[in-house]
């Protein structure tokens, strides 16, 4: 983020990513009798955290990873979940929340006992959006080689 200057107005945008401009961030720095009287940071979000940028965030942790493997296998209790994980029944129900917010769980409670399930559909988006990612550079990469084979028989003809 920028630095404040007093008396001055800051626009930073973030670096564009595929074409799309990640973040705007406008720094307003008030003045009163010469003395910084406060700082207001108004953050825009162009694009607001879709569902596939909330579940790519809840997997980067190891523990929701390995929660998310653990599902896999078929739906289990959140004591279930809790039992190989060193940490505490209440850590464990933050990363789920964390998780079902992602839309990769969704929990039941049924009684006193609260049952995960993985929600596949919501694993699909993400293999979806990576096969995009994969097929885009495999284009890119065979058009490389295919240069580099041109360039190739080009040296070869002028030896």
């Known amino acids: 983020m920028p630095g404040f200057i007093a008396g001055r107005t800051l626009l930073s945008n973030a670096p564009a990513v595929d074409g799309f401009?990640?973040?705007?961030?406008?720094?307003i720095s008030k003045v009163s009798s010469g003395q910084e009287a406060g700082n207001t940071?108004?953050?825009l979000m162009l694009h607001q955290p879709d569902q596939l940028d909330l579940m790519f965030q809840a997997l980067a942790d190891p523990n929701r990873r390995h929660m998310v493997q653990r599902l896999c296998e078929g739906p289990a209790s959140v004591s279930e979940?809790?039992?190989?994980?060193?940490?505490?029944?209440?850590?464990?129900?933050?990363?789920?929340?964390?998780?079902?917010?992602?839309g990769l769980v969704r929990?039941?409670?049924i009684g006193r006992v609260r049952t995960?399930?993985?929600?596949t559909q919501a694993l699909r988006a993400a293999e979806r959006w990576i096969s995009e990612r994969r097929?885009?550079?495999?284009r890119r990469f065979d058009r490389l080689g295919a240069f580099l084979a041109e360039q190739d028989l080009k040296e070869g003809d002028g030896a």
Do not use: R, Y
């Not at 979940?81 to 992602?102: F, I, N, R």
């Not at 097929?135 to 495999?138: G, S, T």
């Open 107 to 109: 929990t039941q409670k």
């Open 81 to 102: 979940l809790a039992a190989p994980l060193a940490m505490t029944l209440s850590a464990v129900v933050q990363h789920l929340a964390v998780l079902e917010g992602s």
């Open 135 to 138: 097929a885009l550079w495999e």
């Open 41 to 43: 940071i108004l953050k």
């Open 21 to 27: 401009l990640a973040e705007e961030t406008l720094a």
């Open 116 to 119: 995960c399930q993985l929600d």
